[in-house]
């Protein structure tokens, strides 16, 4: 059964059981977007379901959030994450777990360029306090805003594996290492041309 969601019931339709695709006005995709994968996603859906066995369709559960997240604007909305359970045939409570657990998902808008910070023992005992605030300071943000044009988002998060190269975040794909309020400098004004070549 297809249902259309308003914001008015979306609280009450979160904790039902239920298979629908919703509606909502704050969704990534706009004032009333529909959330569905395009049909090339779908497919890519269903091959990843098929890895695994009837009724353990929820194993399929982050490349599915991966799919969502790159399709819908680079977050996790609400809307977006019960399209997903309904998709695997679980509760939505089960993605919220998931999508709240790892920060490798956002549920919130964030910026074109997201600096992720590692902010635990070996980038800390090697100064990414320092980074972090200079960070802040240089972009007018705090750990887990956005700057005000959309293009930056700063965002704290535990061991990237990459202890040896500290202190260092995540930007994009890459990582940059062994950071210094200069290294930070660069990284911001690279970010500032990309952006402005690819505009």
Request: charged content about 25%; hydrophobic content about 35%; glycine content about 8%.
């Given at each position: 059964?297809?249902?259309?969601?308003?914001?008015?019931?979306?609280?009450?339709?979160?904790?039902?059981?239920?298979?629908?695709?919703?509606?909502?006005?704050?969704?990534?995709?706009?004032?009333?977007?529909?959330?569905?994968?395009?049909?090339?996603?779908?497919?890519?859906?269903?091959?990843?379901?098929?890895?695994?066995?009837?009724?353990?369709?929820?194993?399929?559960?982050?490349?599915?959030?991966?799919?969502?997240?790159?399709?819908f604007?680079?977050?996790?909305?609400?809307?977006?994450?019960?399209?997903?359970?309904?998709?695997?045939?679980?509760?939505?409570?089960?993605?919220?777990?998931?999508?709240?657990?790892?920060?490798?998902?956002?549920?919130?808008?964030?910026?074109?360029y997201?600096?992720?910070?590692?902010?635990?023992?070996?980038?800390?005992?090697?100064?990414?306090?320092?980074?972090?605030?200079?960070?802040?300071?240089?972009?007018?943000?705090?750990?887990?805003?956005?700057?005000?044009?959309?293009?930056f988002?700063?965002?704290?998060?535990?061991?990237?594996g990459?202890?040896?190269?500290?202190?260092?975040?995540?930007?994009?794909k890459?990582?940059?290492?062994?950071?210094?309020?200069?290294?930070?400098?660069?990284?911001i004004?690279?970010?500032?041309?990309?952006?402005?070549?690819?505009?």
């Amino acid at each position: 059964m297809r249902r259309t969601l308003q914001l008015s019931d979306y609280i009450i339709i979160n904790f039902k059981k239920t298979s629908f695709i919703g509606v909502y006005k704050n969704s990534p995709l706009g004032d009333g977007g529909m959330i569905t994968f395009s049909d090339d996603k779908l497919k890519q859906v269903d091959e990843l379901i098929s890895h695994y066995p009837e009724g353990k369709q929820k194993s399929a559960i982050l490349p599915v959030l991966h799919l969502a997240q790159q399709e819908f604007g680079g977050w996790l909305d609400v809307p977006v994450m019960d399209y997903v359970a309904s998709l695997l045939k679980i509760e939505p409570i089960e993605v919220y777990e998931v999508a709240t657990f790892y920060s490798m998902y956002n549920l919130k808008p964030v910026g074109r360029y997201m600096f992720e910070v590692c902010q635990t023992g070996p980038c800390m005992i090697n100064g990414s306090d320092s980074i972090i605030k200079y960070i802040g300071e240089k972009l007018g943000i705090k750990p887990g805003e956005t700057t005000n044009d959309g293009m930056f988002t700063l965002k704290t998060v535990e061991c990237l594996g990459a202890c040896g190269y500290a202190p260092m975040m995540q930007l994009g794909k890459t990582y940059r290492e062994h950071l210094t309020k200069e290294k930070v400098d660069q990284v911001i004004e690279e970010c500032r041309n990309n952006a402005a070549k690819n505009n």
